[in-house]
C-alpha cells in the first residue's frame, strides 16, 4: 500500500511568488492534515479536512494560505504571496476515520521543504 | 489546549546500549492519545509507539517502550539494544479523543554511536 506523497520534495521561490504544494493521501482515508515546522521550532497543525470538508483549520496563520481538498482525494496548498516567514518543512498526513470515537493514527508524508528568498 | 515538552534537544548513545527520551505534556482533555514519531534523515515520519491514557500499561513495540506516568503527565521512550537505524529527529506528540490535530514537541536528534 502507498503511503503519504507530496510533491514537490524542495521549493525555492522568492517572496512575493506563489507556491501550490500538494498531498496524496493513503487512498481511502477521509481524514487528511497539513502541518509545518519552522526550522528549530515544534510542528504545528495547519488544518485538517474530512473528505472534502475542512473540519479545524485554526491553525492556518493567514490568508495568504488557502487549502482545498477537492473531491476529497488529494489535497493542495497554496500560498500566495510567499513570505520570508513562511518557510519551513510543510507536512501532510492522513488517517482512516472509521472508528467514531477512536483516535486513528495518523500517517505522514516526507514533507516539502518550502524556501522563500 | 496541549502542550509538549521535549527538553533533550540531542541525545547520543553507544550502539547496543539503552537510552530513554523525555517528554512532558499538558492538556484540557479528559481522554487523550500519547505518540512517539521518529523522522529518519530521509524525512519521512513513521509511528514508533503510541499509548491510549486510559490505559494503564505502558506500550511496548519490540525494542521501544514507554514510561506513561499519568499523574506527572510524562511520556518518556526507552530504547533498547540501539541500532544505528535508530538514529533519528524523535517527535513526541498528544491528541485528543476523535479526528484532531496531534500537539507535536519540538523533537529530540537521536545520534547512535558504533
Known amino acids: 500500500e502507498a503511503g503519504v506523497t507530496q510533491f514537490p520534495s524542495h521549493s525555492v521561490i522568492e517572496k512575493g511568488q506563489t507556491v501550490t504544494l500538494r498531498c496524496d493521501p493513503i487512498?481511502?482515508?477521509?481524514?487528511l492534515y497539513w502541518y509545518r515546522r519552522v526550522m528549530g521550532k515544534e510542528i504545528k497543525f495547519l488544518l485538517h479536512?474530512?473528505?472534502?470538508?475542512?473540519?479545524?483549520e485554526s491553525g492556518m496563520p493567514n490568508n495568504r494560505f488557502l487549502a482545498e481538498r477537492t473531491g476529497g482525494t488529494y489535497s493542495t496548498l497554496k500560498v500566495q504571496p510567499a513570505e520570508l516567514e513562511d518557510s519551513g518543512v510543510y507536512f501532510c498526513?492522513?488517517?482512516?476515520?472509521?472508528?467514531?470515537?477512536?483516535?486513528?493514527?495518523?500517517?505522514f508524508g516526507p514533507g516539502t521543504r518550502l524556501t522563500v528568498l | 489546549a496541549q502542550t509538549v515538552t521535549q527538553s533533550q534537544p540531542e541525545m547520543s548513545v553507544q550502539e547496543a546500549e539503552t537510552v530513554t527520551l523525555s517528554c512532558t505534556y499538558d492538556?484540557?482533555?479528559?481522554?487523550?492519545?500519547l505518540f512517539w514519531y521518529k523522522q529518519p534523515p530521509s524525512r519521512q515520519m513513521i509511528l514508533v509507539i503510541r499509548?491510549?491514557?486510559?490505559?494503564?500499561q505502558n506500550a511496548t513495540e519490540n525494542r521501544f517502550s514507554v514510561n506513561f506516568q499519568k499523574a506527572a503527565k510524562s511520556f518518556s521512550l526507552k530504547i533498547s539494544d540501539s541500532q544505528l537505524g535508530d538514529a533519528a529527529m524523535y517527535f513526541c506528540?498528544?491528541?485528543?479523543?476523535?479526528?484532531?490535530?496531534?500537539?507535536f514537541g519540538t523533537g529530540t536528534k537521536l545520534q547512535v554511536i558504533p
Open positions: 498526513a492522513s488517517s482512516q476515520g472509521r472508528m467514531r470515537g477512536a483516535t486513528d493514527t495518523q500517517y
Open positions: 487512498s481511502g482515508h477521509d481524514n
Open positions: 479536512f474530512v473528505k472534502e470538508s475542512k473540519q479545524d
Open positions: 492538556t484540557s482533555e479528559s481522554d487523550y492519545y
Open positions: 499509548q491510549e491514557a486510559y490505559k494503564q
Open positions: 506528540a498528544s491528541g485528543g479523543r476523535g479526528y484532531q490535530k496531534v500537539t
